[in-house]
């Protein structure tokens, strides 16, 4: 994987050949699976020695809906036996989004070990990994982390100054994007009106993989996003429905392309798309309705 401009991914090969050590205590190394659905997901099964964390309830602040306060985040990550200083390897379900919003405020804190599990959770069931129902314990650690960066997230006012000379690439379906639907359906978190941010490319964070789940080469995504005009010469903006899907985008420019200056907008479309008077677009879009 030394084609991309960082090195963050691991292969599923390379976390089955070290479960073992993803069960000792030492807080060296660490597996851990994000997901939406939890219930669903890790609680019915998971890769050995890997422990959960929900969306929801384990990286957001459920009544604001917002990232994790410093504190609050440490607060987590220690419970799991992880501190500042530990590799942590991310999976999840539904492609890896969840575990990319998770890679994303792992470095808005500043951690630097972090990596994906290229593919997530959908390739390691369909390959046949090992998989178990146990729940890991780990001692519980001393979490510091930096920052916050906010190099690498941007904020509502900051994007109603700078969407008219910034890039922004909004990785919904096209569906979405045109306007023909609010959210995906059964989304839980959703906005009053349907369309677009003015000015914004709709490339879909799908677009960002191959079929098997794993991201494209630093060449295809290259050319990809050449044809857009989003090169890594400017800063560019990141924006999807509540930033999970941003994130994979913002992890496929940021971390595999090395483009310097690529801000993820969390507060994406369900903040937008419930305000009162702020600037919306419909209409066509290249991207495929997926």
Known sequence: MNEYAN???VTAE??????????TDDPDLRLVEADKEYDDAYAESHAPNAVGLRWDEDLQDETQRDLLKRDEFAAVMGE?????GTTVVLYGDESN????????????YGHDDVYLMDGGRPYWLEHDYPTTTDEPQFTEREYTPE??????????REVEDSRERVPMVDVRSGEEFRG???????????AQRAGHIPGATNVTWKENYDDDGT???ADELRELY????????????????????????????????GFDDVRNYDGSWTEWGNLIRSPIATGESDADDD
């Open 14 to 23: 390379w976390v089955d050949e070290r479960l073992d050590e993803f069960g």
């Open 80 to 84: 799991h036996g992880i501190t500042e």
């Open 226 to 257: 050449d044809e857009y005009g989003i090169d890594g010469t400017s800063e560019v903006i990141t924006y999807c429905r509540i930033g999970e899907r941003s994130s994979l985008t913002w992890v496929a420019l940021h971390e595999l392309l």
């Open 180 to 190: 023909e639907i609010i959210a995906p359906e059964g989304s839980d978190e959703t």
């Open 147 to 156: 920052g916050p960066y906010d190099n690498i997230r941007i904020y509502r």
């Open 215 to 217: 991201f494209k080469s």
């Open 7 to 9: 090195d963050v991914l």
């Open 97 to 108: 989004q969840w575990a990319a919003y998770t890679y994303w405020q792992f470095k808005y």
